[in-house]
């Protein structure tokens, strides 16, 4: 059931994209089922440490809770456990901040266990530094005999926190499992020679649209399409397929979570794991929604984040998405421009990824006897076969071939 709720935020000293993150904001609220039906401004030189908004301004988002019988409140910021106690006492109205919002998306969108686990592990990281012990709670536990803390006993609070830190190690160590897998597998990709490409970008750009894309134009790829739906955060997890083209060459293709500003950090340190298909991947695919008039701050806070998870340095190549959205745009020397959702450039796509990540395959002609037969049919798969000749005891092929095919079946190399 939809929620109402009113969106609040403080812009300090005429913070630059301060209009464009309370948008974003109401978006956020809208993939988290809050209908944003008011919002809250307050321009100021600095933040009110009790109550976050100055005390006229508190007093005006009471007035509107109550007259719109509004559910929910929501701050563009982190906001302190003092300050959501003492928000919350003073408009009786629920108060979260941007920070619990994501997480909450998040959390209702966690498919796999690697990723639920992520979020909780995120979620309570979050809590801990926030728990707010009512004063009837805070009197001492009893110590003594029977008791696992001998001694004086402890507050509840600290209690809560130790139980929360203890889950906390307990969930991590979990992850560290479900890392060493991935780690196998990625291992074994690796080992395939197959060129590993990576689709990021901030959320909603269409990186999931064009996954099903690319799956679409090659049908000859078995694969199943990945979830896709104009929203913030419709991927949280990566979820990887092979994408086989008309020559016969061959890549992975790494649909990752997307992002977004003010990305809680805890999150970031928490989805690393996940993250590190970017930091292993021979080539990034950096998704950009042209049609949005933020787009230029988007660019920004994604390769802040790629720095951040420490990929930087590889490759990229930018796709400039839903150029059928925009009527006119300037093209960047760097850039490819494309429509996933009416299938736009992906040829001029695919040809610059194969320029990036093909560019060690080799020109050869190869004599394959008859008796070969498996040989013949895996340079039919696998290779991008130009010309043949069928002789008495054999056939002669004229192929493109990955170095590491040249160099296996060297043998079998004529002329």
Same mark, same amino acid.
């Given at each position: ?95 979260? +901040? &941007? ?5 909450? *998306?998040? !959390? ?5 266990? $690697?990723? /639920?686990? =992520?979020? #909780? ?38 209690? +809560? &926190? ?5 889950? *906390?190690? !307990? ?5 560290? $499992?479900? /890392?060493? =897998?991935? #780690? ?232």
């Amino acid at each position: 059931m939809e929620r109402k709720g009113i969106v609040v935020g403080i812009n300090i000293n005429n913070e630059n994209g301060f209009e464009e993150s309370m948008v974003e904001l109401k978006n956020l609220c809208m993939a988290c089922d809050i209908e944003a039906i008011g919002e809250l401004v307050q321009n100021s030189k600095q933040i009110n440490k009790a109550h976050y908004i100055g005390s006229g301004k508190l007093d005006e988002l009471k007035s509107l809770v109550n007259s719109e019988e509004v559910d929910i409140v929501i701050f563009n910021n982190e906001l302190s456990s003092s300050q959501l106690r003492n928000i919350e006492k003073a408009i009786e109205c629920e108060v979260i +901040d &941007r920070t619990a919002l994501i997480l909450s *998306i998040f !959390a209702e969108r966690a498919k796999t266990r $690697e990723a /639920k686990l =992520q979020v #909780e592990v995120a979620r309570l990281q979050y809590l801990l530094p926030r728990l707010i012990g009512a004063n009837e709670n805070l009197g001492r536990q009893s110590g003594g005999v029977g008791t696992k803390n001998k001694g004086a006993g402890e507050k509840k609070l600290e209690l +809560d &926190r130790r139980k929360i830190e203890a889950k *906390i190690a !307990a969930l991590n160590k979990e992850l560290e $499992e479900l /890392k060493h =897998q991935r #780690e196998t597998q990625r291992n074994l990709r690796r080992k395939s020679s197959v060129p590993q490409i990576a689709l990021v970008g901030y959320t909603n750009a269409g990186k999931s649209s064009i996954m099903n894309s690319m799956i679409d134009t090659f049908k000859d790829s078995e694969e199943k399409k990945v979830f896709e739906k104009d929203m913030l955060f419709a991927t949280l997890e990566t979820s990887i397929r092979s994408i086989k083209l008309d020559d016969n060459k061959k890549f992975l293709l790494s649909d990752t979570v997307g992002f977004v500003s003010n990305l809680p950090h805890n999150l970031i340190k928490a989805f690393r794991s996940t993250l590190e298909e970017v930091c292993e991947a021979d080539l990034l695919l950096h998704v950009v929604d042209i049609s949005n008039p933020d787009y230029k701050h988007h660019l920004k806070v994604t390769n802040e984040t790629l720095k951040e998870i420490g990929a930087e340095s590889v490759p990229m190549i930018y796709v400039y998405n839903k150029i059928d959205l925009v009527d006119d745009y300037l093209t960047e020397k760097n850039g490819v421009y494309i429509s996933a959702k009416k299938n736009l450039g992906i040829d001029k796509l695919v040809e610059t990824i194969s320029t990036k990540v093909f560019n060690n395959y080799i020109n050869c002609n190869m004599f394959i006897p008859y008796d070969k037969g498996n040989l013949l049919s895996y340079l039919n798969d696998n290779a991008r076969v130009i010309d043949r000749k069928y002789r008495n005891d054999g056939a002669e092929l004229s192929i493109e071939c990955s170095n590491i095919d040249y160099e296996k079946y060297r043998e079998y190399v004529i002329g």
